[in-house]
């Protein structure tokens, strides 16, 4: 065996000679591992999401008692509002003597 050339070729005969097909190179793909058993691993990235704001059909038992819970809501504003009307009238009564019902006759 003998070593007979010892010129490079010319830049642009080298620059063709060293072109490989670009069906030859591996796409890097982003994102993805494989575990020891071969599986897939891929990690996605996502938008923080408002789960507040998401709208969505409610089942009707939830529905129902969202519709409980205001009533009772209700009940109780309307007890506390009396007891507060109740608790002015008996003072008004003890600073004047008589109740707003007697003044408005």
Do not use: C
Request: proline share 2%.
């Amino acid at each position: 065996m003998q070593l007979r050339r010892t010129r490079f070729a010319t830049p642009d005969i080298w620059k063709l000679a060293m072109k490989q097909p670009k069906q030859n190179k591996v796409k890097k793909v982003k994102n993805h591992k494989t575990n020891l058993f071969g599986e897939t691993i891929g990690r996605l990235h996502l938008e923080k999401q408002d789960i507040d704001k998401r709208g969505g059909k409610k089942s009707k038992a939830l529905r129902i008692a969202h519709k409980v819970e205001k009533a009772e809501e209700m009940e109780r504003i309307e007890k506390e509002l009396e007891s507060e009307k109740e608790q002015i009238d008996g003072e008004f009564k003890q600073t004047y003597g008589f109740d707003e019902e007697e003044m408005e006759r």
